[in-house]
């Protein structure tokens, strides 16, 4: 190969790659992003908590990927949930009452409503401890459900609640 001859081709390598990086870099569409998790409606579910309530409801631990109550680890969420009330909007669910950290942020509530799906808790009142009235009142808190969350690997993952003892009895009769 002469020497043109290489230098040719070099100036060839060069362009393909600078058009190929262009390509990447401006002209390609990108992949839309995934959203971190899914929230969806419960129809105008909410439930009224005060100052004590909130205290007691599991806090998520970002460090240890896991929930608290007061100083203690709780590994089962499970006994925690709680059955609505009947609302004429609004239909009866099996939820939980959780709080997380005042600076939580997205990562962090993604990581909080994964454990939640992981364990099948697919409704679930997110308590704003500043949002809670001063003087001991209490405060609507809406109930959301859980539609899907990105997991650790980037996949979707979805919430199909666990049937409790009554619907699964209903269900069979």
Not at 17 to 40: D, I, K, S, V
Not at 60 to 75: K, M
Not at 95 to 115: C, I, P, T, W
Request: a positive charge; glycine letters at 6%; aromatic letters at 6%.
């Amino acid at each position: 190969m002469t020497k043109s001859s290489r230098r040719s081709l070099l100036v060839a390598v060069a362009v393909a790659l600078l058009a190929a990086n262009a390509w990447w870099f401006f002209l390609r569409t990108p992949e839309p992003q995934r959203p971190a998790f899914e929230l969806g409606s419960t129809g105008g579910l909410s439930v009224n908590v005060d100052a004590s309530t909130a205290a007691s409801a599991p806090l998520f631990d970002p460090v240890h990927d896991g929930w608290t109550v007061g100083t203690d680890a709780v590994q089962d969420l499970r006994s925690r949930v709680r059955r609505s009330a009947p609302a004429d909007t609004a239909p009866v669910v099996d939820f939980l009452m959780v709080r997380l950290a005042d600076d939580a942020n997205s990562e962090q509530v993604r990581r909080a409503l994964l454990s939640l799906a992981r364990q099948r808790i697919c409704f679930v009142a997110l308590v704003d401890e500043a949002g809670l009235p001063k003087n001991g009142g209490y405060a609507a808190t809406p109930v959301h459900r859980i539609v899907s969350v990105r997991g650790n690997d980037g996949e979707a993952v979805g919430c199909a609640p666990l049937q409790s003892p009554a619907a699964a009895s209903k269900a069979t009769i």
